[in-house]
T-cell receptor, first 115, second 112 residues
């Protein structure tokens, strides 16, 4: 019973291509996130979505776009892939209502390699 | 802006205690967290502490919070080789709609 799942686990593609990574959570959480982890293991938030509204968008190129068809899903679309996009991308979710402890639960990650 | 700092590496011998330290900048943080990442895996929540607490103990894990100095530590008693991983400190800022800010992670190596 996976709480946060991502597909695919590995993605190898060429520069210039467009790709998507899917994320689903079955925890009933109201907020979902995408993080990028670089080769040095530094973790940086890219987006968060709460009730289908983007509430945080760090300095991420507009080639990246999150899409949330419903509260349980937040997919990441990447256009015109570049070599520097190679990283591990993590999806996470949390319940952001008062009275909770706000911990985020992470998916297993998607390793993207751009050649 | 908000920042979370950790030392990048820690090496201990099996059976010893490990202490991983973290400093943060946002005095209004409500919760602070420790996550563990094993090789090739996602982040796993280990424990958290509310900002009005000084200490929290959970089996081999002890979290100490010094709110005055904005210092958080994670102590792992009787460290085992299976504890080898990267440990991330994170703070929650901005209230209920705020984000988590992660440190750069401390790589713990446990030698037999």
């Amino acid at each position: 019973d996976t709480a946060v799942s991502q597909t695919p686990k590995y993605l190898v593609t060429q520069m210039g291509n467009d790709k998507s990574i899917k994320c689903e959570q079955n925890l009933g959480h109201d907020t979902m996130y995408w993080y990028k982890q670089d080769s040095k293991k530094f973790l940086k938030i890219m987006f968060s979505y709460n009730n289908k509204e983007l509430i945080i968008n760090e300095t991420v190129p507009n080639r990246f776009s999150p899409k949330s068809p419903d509260k349980a899903h937040l997919n990441l679309h990447i256009n015109s892939l570049e070599l520097g996009d190679s990283a591990v991308y993590f999806c996470a979710s949390s319940q952001e209502t008062s009275g909770n402890t706000y911990e985020q639960y992470f998916g297993p990650g998607t390793r993207l390699t751009v050649t | 802006g908000e920042d979370v700092e950790q030392s990048l590496f820690l090496s201990v011998r099996e059976g010893d205690s490990s202490v991983i330290n973290c400093t943060y900048t946002d005095s209004s943080s409500t919760y602070l967290y420790w996550y563990k990442q094993e090789p090739g895996a996602g982040l796993q929540l280990l424990t958290y502490i509310f900002s009005n607490m000084d200490m929290k103990q959970d089996q081999r894990l002890t979290v100490l919070l010094n709110k005055k100095d904005k210092h958080l530590s994670l102590r792992i008693a009787d460290t085992q080789t299976g504890d080898s991983a990267i440990y991330f400190c994170a703070e929650k800022y901005g209230g209920s709609q705020g984000n988590l800010i992660f440190g750069k992670g401390t790589k713990l190596s446990v030698k037999p």
